[in-house]
């Protein structure tokens, strides 16, 4: 704390959202928030709404929400903007305790959300944001990566998140909108395909999306697996293992070809005196960048039109909340914006 001040850095994702703090508290929760049904789920939950991992533990009880769809406020309507809220709010809640607010102590955020948000959605957050902290800066998720490795020259981040991909380039300066893209390739769109290709191979399996997630989560890889994929799925009710290799590998091999058609595109409009800096100091984010073999993947089809070099981050879980953190206790007293109570 600084002058009665909390920096915190936020990552707002569709998957999982982050929080880091200026004072040393870090925290992950999955972005699906509840409420109660009915009066009988109100009286065996004691809560009157429900966040994370809770809330997708006791989902037959709760009007689950996961409010953020390929980076924006789905729909945009009050229920999925409350559904924010309540996910900041919790997030905040864990790094400030509500009675250090109720004394007076202020936070300043930093919140990293997909470009796209930013140009659709930044209005909604804004609002959103309003009454959980005071001051606000919103920046691309991508930027918030590269700020917190002190990457910000001669750089492309590219984040690989739940409902999109995210891309930067990095100049020396605040990215425009011409430096960034997003599209909605991601990790979501993986599990989809997986979750279709499963079950075109095994009509007779009864299995979710959800499932399917935890699969990639478990067995993911691009172009060579460490051994076949075995995965279980009940079948006439009975526990059923399914070999799902060729399946997992479509899926995860689906994000290749638009990542390289964008990334490609950027590289090839961005100065051309900074091309080929730019194409050895690519770098990976997101929790999608975990899948194995990914990295390599990326960096054979750039080596096909000019030298190339990708690195995967170590730490996908708080690289934009601490990459946030970093720009909100950089961040000079002009940039901030205020916010209402």
């Known amino acids: 704390m600084n002058n009665g001040v909390v920096h915190v850095g936020l990552d707002l994702g569709t998957s999982h959202s982050?929080?880091?703090?200026?004072?040393?508290?870090?925290?992950?929760?999955?972005?699906?928030?509840?409420?109660?049904?009915?009066?009988?789920?109100?009286?065996?939950?004691?809560?009157?709404?429900?966040?994370?991992?809770?809330?997708?533990?006791?989902?037959?009880?709760?009007?689950?929400?996961?409010?953020?769809?390929?980076?924006?406020?789905?729909?945009?309507?009050?229920?999925?903007?409350?559904?924010?809220?309540?996910?900041?709010?919790?997030?905040?809640?864990?790094?400030?305790?509500?009675?250090?607010?109720?004394?007076?102590?202020?936070?300043?955020?930093?919140?990293?959300?997909?470009?796209?948000?930013?140009?659709?959605?930044?209005?909604?957050?804004?609002?959103?944001?309003?009454?959980?902290?005071?001051?606000?800066?919103?920046?691309?998720?991508?930027?918030?990566?590269?700020?917190?490795?002190?990457?910000?020259?001669?750089?492309?981040?590219?984040?690989?998140?739940?409902?999109?991909?995210?891309?930067?380039?990095l100049k020396g300066r605040y990215p425009t909108a011409e430096d960034q893209r997003t599209i909605s390739k991601a990790g979501d769109s993986v599990d989809q395909k997986l979750y279709e290709l499963v079950a075109e191979r095994y009509p007779e399996a009864k299995f979710s999306v959800h499932m399917a997630r935890k699969w990639k989560e478990s067995h993911s890889f691009v172009w060579v697996p460490e051994a076949p994929v075995l995965v279980s799925a009940p079948v006439d009710g009975r526990p059923t293992d399914l070999e799902i290799t060729q399946e997992m590998s479509s899926a995860c091999e689906s994000l290749l070809p638009p990542l390289v058609e964008v990334l490609l595109d950027l590289l090839a409009n961005i100065e051309p005196e900074i091309q080929g800096k730019v194409s050895q100091n690519i770098i990976l984010a997101g929790g999608c960048s975990q899948i194995p073999g990914l990295g390599a993947a990326v960096c054979e089809e750039v080596e096909k039109v000019r030298p190339g070099k990708v690195k995967v981050i170590d730490d996908p879980v708080f690289a934009g909340s601490d990459g946030g953190l970093a720009i909100a206790m950089d961040a000079p007293d002009d940039d901030w914006e205020h916010l209402p109570a």
Not at 45 to 51: H, I, N, S, T, Y
Not at 83 to 94: D, M
Not at 150 to 168: H, P
């Open 18 to 169: 982050a929080i880091s703090g200026s004072n040393g508290r870090r925290h992950l929760v999955e972005s699906f928030v509840g409420w109660p049904v009915d009066m009988v789920a109100r009286k065996v939950l004691q809560k009157e709404v429900v966040v994370g991992s809770q809330a997708l533990e006791n989902s037959p009880m709760l009007d689950l929400r996961r409010p953020l769809e390929r980076g924006l406020i789905k729909d945009g309507s009050p229920r999925e903007l409350e559904a924010v809220r309540e996910i900041l709010r919790h997030l905040v809640s864990l790094v400030v305790e509500p009675e250090a607010r109720q004394h007076g102590v202020q936070v300043r955020a930093v919140v990293g959300v997909p470009a796209e948000a930013m140009r659709v959605n930044k209005k909604e957050l804004r609002e959103a944001l309003s009454g959980v902290v005071d001051q606000v800066l919103i920046v691309s998720e991508p930027f918030a990566v590269a700020y917190g490795r002190e990457e910000l020259v001669n750089t492309m981040v590219i984040d690989v998140g739940a409902g999109t991909t995210d891309f930067c380039v």
